[in-house]
């Protein structure tokens, strides 16, 4: 059933909010106006004043297929996805094995076909060695190129610099950029360990993986992409420094853009003490000056998207020591609750919201009749409540993983209802057992 009558809503679109009724046929939007009646064949929800929003677009998840699924799978956290407002994801590509081929990402793409209940793209990575399959690949093959500047995990680290210039220059795809330099988190952990030995805390994460780290490479990024004309990205910005190298302006006149994704504006450095490695991520999580720093930033649209890094790890993973817990937090099941803490804090209004998590990832990653709520579009829309708060240790977690950072806490909106190209995935807290994903479709040549 995709026929659909969304009365009395608050829509949330295009810079506006606005009081009227939303009719979705065969998949998408057909009618946005006041005073729609039911139609025969046709279901009525009454959103009762409630916010209607386009669904969240998360441009940098890991949901660990192939080779990780013990932490995650497509399935599952696309089902956590749909939970937290997201109703379309890009999905990274350190898996095992790497996506550094065009054969690995059509089999990615194969594996989320029937099984993704969110819409769905995923990046090809690069490596020290894979420049012809990067210019190989063609527009429409891929969301975008990954490339880590600075530490990954074994094949996927591009430290060579004729390397990366030939990246920057060469790549048919946005290039968009994880951003650390190694030898300056090398020399921090040397640092550490002649302080700490093996006790090192989960604090001292914030100074091993540094704001100088972060600013060299990503200031490097910068600089290669504007020598050679690269349309560049750069993801989960950390640092108030990083926020200089962008430019004020609307997303869709940039060459340059930056992100933050939502732990690095919910959480801080003081939360170490409680949360210790629950929250130890990379980059990681700094200071209450550098969360201003971001959220400033994105009120200035210096940076342009909001989105999760979602990356699930199994509790067992997270509580050792500091050498031996991983890297990485589970977020999509909550992502539009804890986002919608900048608009209770008045960092954002709702609107300005919904533009970093909905209309400039569209406009970005160029994808088609998704992002907004017009008539013609998809219908990729989340109905969320800011007069209820989410109870987070009241929800079952739907993430494979089974935990949450944000475990005792109230989070001060909603997810009551997400629809994915017109089929309602999940209501009142509970998933509808509709599997409606599609593969995204882009506007480029």
Request: glycine content about 8%; overall charge neutral.
């Amino acid at each position: 059933m995709n026929r659909w009558l969304i009365a009395n809503a608050r829509l949330v679109n295009e810079g506006e909010v606005i009081e009227t009724d939303i009719r979705i046929r065969h998949g998408r939007i057909e009618r946005i106006e006041s005073g729609l009646t039911t139609r025969a064949g046709e279901t009525m929800i009454n959103a009762g004043g409630r916010y209607i929003l386009p669904g969240m677009i998360d441009g940098q998840v890991h949901f660990r297929e192939p080779g990780l699924t013990r932490k995650g799978n497509i399935a599952s956290e696309s089902r956590a996805a749909v939970a937290g407002g997201i109703t379309s994801y890009m999905d990274m590509p350190n898996t095992s094995p790497p996506t550094t081929t065009r054969q690995a990402l059509a089999d990615k793409f194969s594996r989320a076909a029937g099984r993704s209940t969110a819409n769905y793209s995923f990046y090809l990575g690069a490596s020290n060695d894979n420049l012809d399959e990067i210019r190989a690949t063609g527009p429409h093959e891929a969301c975008a190129l990954k490339v880590f500047m600075g530490a990954s995990t074994g094949h996927m680290l591009v430290d060579q610099p004729d390397t990366l210039a030939s990246i920057f220059k060469h790549s048919p795809l946005m290039v968009v950029t994880h951003c650390e330099d190694t030898p300056t988190i090398e020399r921090n952990q040397a640092a550490a360990i002649a302080r700490y030995g093996k006790n090192i805390p989960a604090r001292a994460h914030a100074d091993i993986r540094s704001r100088e780290a972060c600013l060299k490479s990503s200031t490097l990024a910068v600089e290669l992409a504007k020598e050679h004309g690269t349309r560049l990205h750069v993801l989960h910005l950390s640092t108030g420094e990083e926020t200089a190298l962008f430019e004020p302006e609307p997303v869709a006149d940039k060459q340059i853009t930056g992100e933050a994704c939502i732990h690095h504006l919910y959480f801080i450095d003081e939360d170490y003490e409680t949360l210790g490695n629950l929250i130890k991520c990379n980059p990681s999580i700094k200071t209450t000056t550098d969360r201003s720093a971001l959220r400033q930033a994105l009120r200035e649209d210096r940076i342009d998207l909001i989105a999760t890094d979602h990356a699930p790890h199994l509790l067992s993973e997270k509580t050792g020591g500091y050498h031996t817990a991983a890297a990485g937090l589970p977020l999509v099941q909550h992502a539009l609750p804890a986002a919608w803490s900048l608009v209770a804090s008045r960092t954002l209004s709702p609107e300005r919201l919904v533009e970093k998590t909905a209309h400039n990832p569209a406009i970005r990653f160029q994808l088609a009749d998704r992002g907004f709520v017009r008539e013609g579009y998809w219908a990729d829309l989340v109905m969320l409540d800011d007069r209820k708060r989410t109870i987070v240790d009241k929800q079952p977690m739907l993430s494979q993983c089974g935990w949450t950072p944000f475990a005792g806490r109230k989070l001060p909106a909603t997810v009551a209802a997400t629809w994915v190209n017109g089929h309602l995935v999940w209501r009142d807290g509970l998933l509808t057992g509709v599997v409606p994903g599609q593969k995204l479709e882009f506007l480029r040549d």
